[in-house]
């Protein structure tokens, strides 16, 4: 099983949300300062919701905005 999860930018903080919905209801939410944070932010959360096994083979992240990159 893969799942997917749609990211986009938080204009609070300037970092990411990542999020995915459960077919069978429910979901996870997480968010990172950076690319990089998000990504740590993720696993943690798919680790801890499917704790009881089912985990995913993969996960996707779907930025639905893609990414700026500003050079100063």
């Given at each position: 099983m893969d799942?997917?999860?749609d990211v986009?930018?938080?204009g609070e903080t300037g970092g990411f949300v990542a999020r995915w919905n459960d077919p069978s209801g429910g979901g996870?939410?997480?968010q990172g300062e950076s690319i990089a944070d998000l990504e740590a932010m993720v696993r943690d959360a798919v680790?801890?919701?499917f704790a009881e096994g089912g985990k995913p083979r993969r996960v996707q992240l779907?930025?639905?905005d893609d990414p700026l990159l500003v050079l100063a």
């Open positions: 799942i997917r999860f986009t930018s938080c996870i939410s997480t680790e801890g919701y779907h930025f639905v």
